[in-house]
C-alpha cells in the first residue's frame, strides 16, 4: 500500500492528514483515529510527509488548474457557476491525481540508476527540465521534493 493509497483509505475513514507547522503530521478529527489506523500512519510516516510535501508544492497548480476549467466551463461552455465548479473539481482531482503518479514514475525511473552518483546525475537533469517547463520557482519547488523523495527512497532499499 503506497502513501496515495493510505490517504485515500484515511479519508475513507472520516480523517483528514496534513502537515502541520512543525513539520509532522496531523491528523483530524483525533476522535476517529483508530490504533490500527494510527499504527498505519506510524509505519508509514515518512512516505507520508513526502507525499503530503508534495502535495502541497503542486496546491498553487491545481489551483490554477481549477480556476481555468470552471472559467472555461461557465463562459464559453454554458454552465453555470455551480455546475462548472462541481466538473472542475471533478478534473482537478483528476490532475492532481496524473500529476502525482508523473512524479511516482520519474521518480521510479531515477531509482533504477544503481550509483548514487548516476542518480545525482538524473536529479540535476530534472531539475533543469523541471525549471524549463514550470518556470522557475515552480521548477525549483518539484525538483527539491524530487530530490527529497529519491533521497528517502534510496535509503529504503
Known amino acids: 500500500m503506497g ?11 472520516g480523517l483528514r492528514l ?3 507547522p512543525s513539520g509532522g503530521l496531523r491528523v483530524e478529527p483525533k476522535a476517529a483515529l483508530t490504533d490500527d489506523l494510527r499504527l498505519l500512519i506510524r509505519a508509514n510516516r515518512t512516505d507520508l510527509l513526502a ?4 502535495r502541497e508544492a503542486t ?19 454554458g454552465q453555470n457557476r455551480p455546475a462548472a465548479e462541481g466538473a472542475a473539481r471533478a478534473e482537478t ?41 514550470r518556470g522557475e520557482q515552480r521548477g525549483e519547488i518539484a525538483a527539491v521534493e524530487m530530490a527529497a523523495w529519491v533521497r528517502h527512497r534510496a535509503t529504503l532499499h
Do not use: K, N, T
Open 3 to 13: 502513501a496515495r493509497d493510505i490517504l485515500d483509505c484515511l479519508a475513507g475513514s
Open 18 to 20: 496534513s502537515l502541520d
Open 51 to 54: 507525499a503530503l510535501s508534495a
Open 59 to 77: 496546491d498553487d497548480a491545481a489551483l490554477e488548474y481549477f480556476e481555468e476549467r470552471a472559467a472555461v466551463r461557465e463562459f464559453e461552455g
Open 93 to 133: 482531482e483528476a490532475y492532481r491525481r496524473a500529476c502525482w503518479e508523473r512524479f511516482q514514475a520519474a521518480a521510479d525511473e531515477i531509482l533504477r540508476i544503481p550509483s548514487p552518483g548516476g542518480r545525482e546525475r538524473a536529479l540535476a537533469h530534472y531539475r533543469a527540465r523541471a525549471m524549463r517547463d
